[in-house]
């Protein structure tokens, strides 16, 4: 789990795939940290994470554009701070997820 402080004006800053109609079987998973954004300063989620769970709202076996909802919800709503619930991807050392026989 992690906590990311939020600020007025500045966005996550992430982009997210995914979701039930999707071939990654209804997870939400981090494809973009940006620069500059709340959870690249944080350091705490990566490429490839899975967000189970934002403040509370559950983000399983949802479409796509209703995660995506669900955070600019969250990061609008009152409170200082944005709580998720993450599956930490396995470290790897490529960039193509493409295997080669």
Known sequence: MIKIKKEKDTDLGVTVEGGIDSVLGGKVIVTEVW???????????????????????????????????????????????????IAVAPPKAYEDEVTYF
Do not use: F, P
């Open 35 to 85: 620069d500059g954004g709340l959870a690249h300063r944080h350091g705490g989620l990566y490429k490839g994470d899975q967000i189970m769970n934002c403040n509370g709202r559950t983000m399983l076996d949802i479409k796509l554009a209703r995660a995506q909802e669900i955070l600019r919800e969250e990061m609008k709503a009152a409170g200082d701070s944005l709580t998720l619930v």
